[in-house]
């Protein structure tokens, strides 16, 4: 079965779970209704059943029917951005596709339509063109119009049916993720399941509808570019914010988002490298259809001809762009970062920030080493002169690296450390300062013009410590203030990984929060009678999504200060055991709780045997999960974690 009679399947079988749903409780009604003929007394048990079916119906329906699509990102005025929406309103009158209600420019790297819909998909309430900033960075004219015109060509589709059969299929979906655990999630997810099957094949449907609509618009060439180029942003977009925007939120800065990602994009060492890696994207694309198969059938449609390509950049669509830019910018980013500054100077300042605070962590380390040698740069290096530099950075290092990969660790973060606090001597004493590179990491400049790299100049004497003499007097000759100190750091706040709730601990129910400095536990409110409840009534399963992410946004630290909570310390745990099975898992830790121990667990009970005390953990039937914390756990516990599969699971 396929094409539009797979559609009118799907959304037969969609219809009729609505029908289905109600005919039940009206055949009840009416069983009723025959039955108080014959029996006052099974009449109005009938009823009754009538009436709990009802109800628990009414609860279902309204479970899945509550999903919505939330606006997001930044709305573009039509009065004030008329050549953004004219250009939308021509490519879908010649694609004879719907208007979108509302045009907006989100963080998002691609340009895509979404839909907030009623009745599962079946009537559409609002319909947004979301463009992402950094396609308007990266994309000109010509090529914005071309993925504009494949996002609106997807609501033509090849019949209205397939149409609207794929928007079921969306709104299914994520009616699905929406869920948490409890009858209603397993009832409908079979039933998504059924649905998924059949409707399916709409997808490739509607994407070939798209390509082709871009085609139509923009001309093969452009269209084939718009698709390999979307492809290389969303490659370059995590990059440029891990390694760009990361530096402005550092310094709680605003940067200018768009051109600096367009300068990323372009700069001649990441152009060739971001071609290259699109290329082998495509290439291995699982997609259905793949992106090749894609490119190869816009290279044989037909077209109306090749226009002449706006080359302009994307971003020249919109009305003064170089203040209207900043304003999306502003309202994209979050709320309390300063005043904008030129990136050259989020760069000096960033690079600045980032050795003070490893100069920082290197007195730390050296004050928890317990050595009897000051924290400036002449003691660091007469402790690796004299054999220390391992035992200097021990306290820094992670507890649950392998054997075998703890010299290693010593080494890169003795270097790491040591050539920082070389460079914020310089920085302090005015001899350097970071540099702005769109081709790599910021480049460290010494007064005269030189370039710096901090490893080459410290690795080798780290790594040999015979060549410390040299080291020393190669950092006089730069000028660097061999005294030159900072204060240590404090404690780094704990990262939160992941979120599991509820779990078994000591007889107690507890949400376990899992960090990259330890384990927190704290007292859950969540009842197996809630948790069920939660999956059948959407405020009570909002509210429990609202509580977890309170929990995700509270500090660890302030967490730790609640009533009942119980942190486990990541240095305090000598191993770990994992048994997973059909039911669950275990987890137990083995734990050093002496006079030194950093763990509190006041309301947890241990065993101890020989000096170790073992702390165990078990997952709940009903729990749930936000984030990822089995991977955070796996990250905490590293080399210390031992996983094991209960025999029962492979029976």
Same mark, same amino acid.
Not at 35 to 46: D, E, P
């Given at each position: 079965?396929?094409?539009?009679?797979?559609?009118?399947?799907?959304?037969?079988?969609?219809?009729?779970?609505?029908?289905?749903?109600?005919?039940?409780?009206?055949?009840?009604?009416?069983?009723?209704?025959?039955?108080?003929?014959?029996?006052?007394?099974?009449?109005?048990?009938?009823?009754?059943?009538?009436?709990?079916?009802?109800?628990?119906?009414?609860?279902?329906?309204?479970?899945?029917?509550?999903?919505?699509?939330?606006?997001?990102?930044?709305?573009?005025?039509?009065?004030?951005?008329?050549?953004?929406?004219?250009?939308?309103?021509?490519?879908?009158?010649?694609?004879?596709?719907?208007?979108?209600?509302?045009?907006?420019?989100?963080?998002?790297?691609?340009?895509?339509?979404?839909?907030?819909?009623?009745?599962?998909?079946?009537?559409?309430?609002?319909?947004?063109?979301?463009?992402?900033?950094?396609?308007?960075?990266?994309?000109?004219?010509?090529?914005?119009?071309?993925?504009?015109?494949?996002?609106?060509?997807?609501?033509?589709?090849?019949?209205?049916?397939?149409?609207?059969?794929?928007?079921?299929?969306?709104?299914?979906?994520?009616?699905?993720?929406?869920?948490?655990?409890?009858?209603?999630?397993?009832?409908?997810?079979?039933?998504?399941?059924?649905?998924?099957?059949?409707?399916?094949?709409?997808?490739?449907?509607?994407?070939?509808?798209?390509?082709?609509?871009?085609?139509?618009?923009?001309?093969?060439?452009?269209?084939?570019?718009?698709?390999?180029?979307?492809?290389?942003?969303?490659?370059?977009?995590?990059?440029?914010?891990?390694?760009?925007?990361?530096?402005?939120?550092?310094?709680?800065?605003?940067?200018?988002?768009?051109?600096?990602?367009?300068?990323?994009?372009?700069?001649?060492?990441?152009?060739?490298?971001?071609?290259?890696?699109?290329?082998?994207?495509?290439?291995?694309?699982?997609?259905?259809?793949?992106?090749?198969?894609?490119?190869?059938?816009?290279?044989?449609?037909?077209?109306?001809?090749?226009?002449?390509?706006?080359?302009?950049?994307?971003?020249?669509?919109?009305?003064?762009?170089?203040?209207?830019?900043?304003?999306?910018?502003?309202?994209?980013?979050?709320?309390?970062?300063?005043?904008?500054?030129?990136?050259?100077?989020?760069?000096?300042?960033?690079?600045?920030?980032?050795?003070? !605070?490893? %100069? +920082?962590?290197?007195?730390?380390?050296? @004050?928890?080493?317990?050595? *009897? =040698?000051?924290? $400036?740069?002449? &003691?660091?290096?007469?402790?690796?002169?004299?054999?220390?530099?391992?035992?200097?950075?021990?306290?820094?290092?992670?507890?649950?690296?392998?054997?075998?990969?703890?010299?290693?660790?010593?080494?890169?973060?003795?270097?790491?450390?040591?050539?920082?606090?070389?460079?914020?001597?310089?920085?302090?004493?005015?001899?350097?300062?970071?540099?702005?590179?769109?081709?790599?990491?910021?480049?460290?400049?010494?007064?005269?013009?030189?370039?710096?790299?901090?490893?080459?100049?410290?690795?080798?004497?780290?790594?040999?410590?015979?060549?410390?003499?040299?080291?020393?007097?190669?950092?006089?000759?730069?000028?660097?203030?061999?005294?030159?100190?900072? !204060?240590? %750091? +404090?404690?780094?706040?704990?990262?939160? @990984?992941?979120?599991?709730? *509820? =779990?078994?601990? $000591?007889?107690? &129910?507890?949400?376990?929060?899992?960090?990259?400095?330890?384990?927190?536990?704290?007292?859950?409110?969540?009842?197996?009678?809630?948790?069920?409840?939660?999956?059948?009534?959407?405020?009570?399963?909002?509210?429990?999504?609202?509580?977890?992410?309170?929990?995700?946004?509270?500090?660890?630290?302030?967490?730790?200060?609640?009533?009942?909570?119980?942190?486990?310390?990541?240095?305090?745990?000598?191993?770990?055991?994992?048994?997973?099975?059909?039911?669950?898992?275990?987890?137990?830790?083995?734990?050093?709780?002496?006079?030194?121990?950093?763990?509190?667990?006041?309301?947890?009970?241990?065993?101890?045997?020989?000096?170790?005390?073992?702390?165990?953990?078990?997952?709940?039937?009903?729990?749930?999960?936000?984030?990822?914390?089995?991977?955070?756990?796996?990250?905490?516990?590293?080399?210390?974690?031992?996983?094991?599969?209960?025999?029962?699971?492979?029976?």
């Amino acid at each position: 079965m396929r094409g539009p009679w797979r559609a009118a399947v799907a959304l037969a079988l969609h219809i009729g779970f609505f029908l289905a749903s109600v005919m039940l409780v009206i055949g009840l009604v009416m069983m009723a209704g025959m039955t108080f003929r014959h029996s006052t007394t099974t009449g109005l048990k009938v009823l009754f059943a009538a009436v709990v079916v009802g109800a628990v119906v009414a609860i279902g329906l309204r479970a899945v029917l509550r999903t919505r699509v939330r606006e997001r990102g930044a709305p573009l005025d039509s009065v004030q951005q008329k050549n953004l929406w004219r250009l939308t309103e021509s490519i879908a009158e010649s694609t004879d596709s719907p208007m979108p209600d509302q045009i907006r420019i989100t963080s998002e790297p691609g340009i895509a339509i979404r839909e907030d819909t009623a009745l599962l998909g079946l009537r559409t309430r609002t319909r947004y063109l979301e463009i992402g900033l950094p396609a308007l960075a990266a994309l000109n004219s010509a090529e914005l119009s071309a993925g504009i015109a494949r996002a609106v060509g997807r609501l033509t589709g090849r019949s209205k049916l397939t149409v609207l059969a794929h928007r079921a299929l969306a709104s299914v979906r994520r009616t699905v993720d929406g869920l948490t655990t409890g009858p209603v999630k397993w009832l409908f997810a079979g039933y998504a399941r059924v649905f998924t099957a059949i409707a399916a094949t709409t997808t490739k449907d509607l994407v070939q509808a798209g390509d082709a609509a871009a085609v139509r618009v923009a001309g093969r060439k452009v269209a084939v570019m718009q698709l390999r180029k979307s492809v290389a942003v969303d490659l370059a977009w995590p990059e440029y914010s891990e390694s760009y925007l990361s530096m402005a939120a550092a310094i709680g800065h605003a940067p200018d988002v768009l051109l600096g990602f367009r300068n990323f994009v372009e700069h001649p060492v990441r152009r060739p490298d971001l071609a290259e890696r699109a290329k082998r994207t495509i290439a291995e694309d699982p997609g259905d259809p793949p992106l090749r198969t894609r490119i190869e059938a816009m290279k044989r449609m037909p077209g109306g001809g090749e226009p002449e390509p706006d080359e302009r950049p994307a971003f020249a669509l919109l009305r003064k762009p170089r203040k209207t830019v900043p304003e999306l910018e502003d309202q994209l980013l979050v709320n309390d970062l300063q005043q904008r500054l030129p990136w050259p100077e989020i760069a000096r300042q960033a690079g600045a920030a980032q050795v003070a !605070e490893q %100069a +920082a962590r290197l007195s730390a380390a050296v @004050a928890q080493s317990g050595l *009897p =040698i000051e924290p $400036s740069i002449a &003691g660091v290096l007469a402790a690796i002169h004299r054999g220390q530099g391992r035992e200097l950075v021990n306290p820094v290092l992670n507890p649950g690296l392998h054997p075998s990969l703890i010299d290693q660790a010593a080494e890169d973060t003795l270097t790491e450390l040591l050539g920082a606090a070389a460079v914020d001597a310089l920085i302090c004493a005015r001899r350097a300062h970071h540099e702005l590179d769109w081709g790599g990491p910021s480049v460290v400049r010494l007064a005269n013009g030189r370039p710096l790299d901090p490893d080459r100049l410290v690795r080798p004497a780290v790594a040999d410590p015979r060549l410390i003499p040299g080291l020393h007097r190669v950092l006089v000759d730069l000028g660097v203030p061999l005294t030159h100190s900072r !204060e240590p %750091a +404090a404690e780094p706040e704990p990262t939160l @990984a992941g979120i599991v709730s *509820p =779990i078994q601990a $000591s007889g107690s &129910g507890y949400d376990l929060l899992v960090t990259d400095r330890g384990l927190l536990l704290l007292p859950s409110s969540a009842t197996a009678t809630k948790r069920l409840m939660a999956g059948a009534l959407a405020r009570l399963r909002e509210a429990e999504q609202e509580q977890l992410g309170e929990l995700e946004a509270t500090p660890i630290e302030e967490l730790r200060g609640q009533p009942g909570a119980q942190w486990v310390d990541s240095r305090d745990v000598a191993s770990a055991r994992l048994d997973q099975d059909r039911t669950g898992w275990v987890l137990e830790l083995d734990l050093y709780l002496d006079e030194y121990a950093m763990s509190t667990l006041d309301e947890l009970s241990v065993t101890e045997t020989g000096g170790v005390s073992t702390l165990v953990l078990r997952s709940s039937a009903d729990g749930v999960e936000h984030g990822a914390p089995y991977h955070g756990l796996g990250e905490l516990m590293g080399a210390r974690m031992e996983l094991e599969e209960a025999a029962a699971a492979t029976d």
